[in-house]
């Protein structure tokens, strides 16, 4: 009988060419949301307020957040002489931030931006046994430096202080029989703080 040839070893089935790389997307527009505890040395040192804030940042870039936010301070006590008020302020914000990353995790914040706050003054006269309320419109400057902190993908810590300029002075004073007295003298600039926790969105 004829002798056939071995047949040649079976050929191990080599691994599937890798796939292509993928080709690069641009990174998607991101927002957050941050919300937390917020001091104010407005409208002076001796009637300091503490409050809360929030608000909402779109970053169409790694490197820059618009944003919108509110604040929502506790009514504070002014007394002088025969009158005693009760003064409020509601804040709304705009502003531009810049982002620069470093390290593992942090981020070097700076903010600019405009404040458009409403302001009420309830004031009891003692001596006349009435109560006037005066309200105004006190818009300003805001500018913030602070700290962000990634623990997680899904949140952050975030700290932000800075001053705000007053673009109206505003005074309240009362008289009786001829004799004038300031009740409330706003400051020009305010000491601003907050720490907050930022959630991004996306």
Do not use: K
């Amino acid at each position: 009988p004829v002798e056939r040839p071995p047949a040649p070893p079976a050929r191990a089935l080599s691994p599937c060419p890798p796939s292509p790389c993928p080709v690069p997307t641009p990174e998607p527009s991101s927002w957050f949301l941050a919300a937390g505890g917020h001091f104010s040395s407005h409208p002076n040192w001796g009637s300091w307020g503490l409050g809360v804030e929030g608000s909402l940042a779109w970053s169409p870039w790694p490197w820059l957040e618009l944003g919108l936010g509110i604040e929502g301070l506790r009514g504070r006590r002014v007394d002088i002489n025969q009158v005693s008020a009760l003064y409020s302020r509601w804040p709304l914000h705009l502003w531009a931030g810049g982002r620069l990353a470093f390290g593992r995790g942090w981020e070097l914040l700076g903010q600019v931006g405009v404040e458009l706050a409403w302001t009420r003054l309830d004031a009891l006269l003692v001596a006349l046994e009435e109560v006037r309320t005066i309200d105004r419109f006190n818009p300003g400057l805001r500018l913030r430096a602070g700290l962000r902190y990634w623990p997680t993908r899904h949140f952050g810590l975030e700290l932000l202080l800075g001053p705000n300029i007053y673009l109206l002075r505003q005074r309240y004073v009362t008289g009786y029989f001829g004799r004038e007295d300031t009740v409330l003298s706003m400051q020009t600039v305010s000491l601003e703080t907050s720490l907050r926790l930022v959630v991004p969105l996306e």
